[in-house]
């Protein structure tokens, strides 16, 4: 029933596909961090964070803007607007489901419909 | 990560309209509606997709139930309330669209067929509340961002 979607959604996807992006994630659903407060918890090097900032970056799902030496990210809702996907979801359900009825009715004219 | 968080519930709105003239006599496209074995035939978007009835009542307050996804996988639940029918001609129902436990969205939708000339014109109008910031998991994730990584995996799987 859910069919694949465009690009951008494409990017969300990839963005949320690794566990450390998540947890990055779920640390700005809670509010703005900077980079640093972002790498802190995490187990790995300060590059490897940026890179998956870049990511998550990439997706339009994080913004970061810096101001003066610090870079400060924030989580972006727009791109993850389930119910507008799930709206569009059910437009091409509708479509689809339309060419379907065309189908049976052709298939199933009687002889004598004009 | 902590287990269980919700997102703040919102709800997104839209009017879908949909037309389609067909070369048949208004009442088989009527028919097709009413019928649920008919329905079943046409009703899930490719032959891939199967959608089973479970409960079929089509009558003005009558309920449907039904389950529809890819066969044998069948995720998304169904549940029509029948508001007005008009025989032949109109068909009112309320939609309710549920994954894995969670509602997805509640619509209004409107069929309306119209003889034009030897056809017929099927109007199709859904105005849809899409629920957004239920936690769709079955627990197993935490906050919003498992819901959606759900969703990924199931069109993953669903592509390949």
Known sequence: MLQQQPAALDHVFHALADPARRGMLERLSRGPASVSQLAEPLPMSLSAVVQHLAVLEGSGLVKSQKVGRVRTCTLDTTVLTQAETWINERRMFWERSFDRLGEYLAETKPADEA | ?160
């Open chain 2, 1 to 160: 990560m902590t287990p269980g968080t919700t997102r703040e519930p919102t709800a997104a709105h839209a009017s879908l309209t949909l037309d389609r003239l067909y070369d048949a006599a208004p009442g088989r496209v009527f028919e097709a509606w009413a019928e649920p074995d008919i329905r079943a035939r046409w009703g899930a978007p490719t032959p891939r997709h199967e959608v089973v009835f479970d409960q079929a009542d089509f009558r003005v307050g009558g309920r449907d139930l039904s389950r529809c996804g890819l066969k044998g996988d069948l995720q998304i639940a169904v549940e029509a309330r029948y508001e007005d029918i008009v025989e032949g001609r109109r068909i009112v129902f309320t939609e309710t669209i549920s994954h894995r436990g969670a509602r997805l969205s509640v619509s209004l939708v409107t069929v309306e067929i119209q003889p034009e000339g030897l056809a017929a014109r099927l109007t199709l109008t859904c105005q849809i509340a899409a629920l957004d910031g239920s936690d769709m998991t079955a627990g197993a994730r935490s906050g919003w961002t498992g819901a959606l990584t759900n969703l990924a995996a199931e069109l993953a799987r669903e592509a390949a």
